[in-house]
Nanobody
Framework: QVQLVESGGGLVQAGDSLRLSCAAS????????MGWFRQTPGKEREFVAT????????YYADSVKGRFTISRDNTKNTVYLQMNSLKPEDTAVYYC?????????????????WGQGTQVTVSS
């Protein structure tokens, strides 16, 4: 059974940093795209960042570019999201995702496996 387990969320102040981790189990994702999406109440889930299987291709939403960094460690089957200079508008539930078929994609519909989400709250 495939599981993605996020960790690292919490309550921080504007300008602070957080590092999210997502550990995958049940199968290896070393050949798969992985990524992060987020959702706030009443809104659709939105793209944050994705990374190709090799880590060479990386995509960011404009709203986080220059502040967030996605990375992965295929030896640990883990993807990370380093979030710096956090803003109140970054407050959301952050979801980790992995693709079964795509090695390089940024589209939510191409991701098959999802974590349970971790809450990030940024106070002003």
């Amino acid at each position: 059974q495939v599981q993605l387990v996020e960790s690292g969320g919490g309550l921080v102040q504007a300008g602070d940093s957080l590092r999210l981790s997502c550990a995958a189990s049940g199968r290896t994702f070393s050949s798969s795209a992985m990524g992060w999406f987020r959702q706030t109440p009443g809104k659709e889930r939105e793209f944050v960042a994705t990374i190709s299987w090799s880590g060479v291709r990386i995509y960011y939403a404009d709203s986080v570019k220059g502040r967030f960094t996605i990375s992965r460690d295929n030896t640990k089957n883990t993807v990370y999201l380093q979030m710096n200079s956090l803003k109140p508008e970054d407050t959301a539930v952050y979801y980790c995702a992995a693709s079964r078929s795509y090695s390089d994609t940024r589209y939510e519909g191409n991701f098959d496996y999802w974590g349970q989400g971790t809450q990030v709250t940024v106070s002003s």
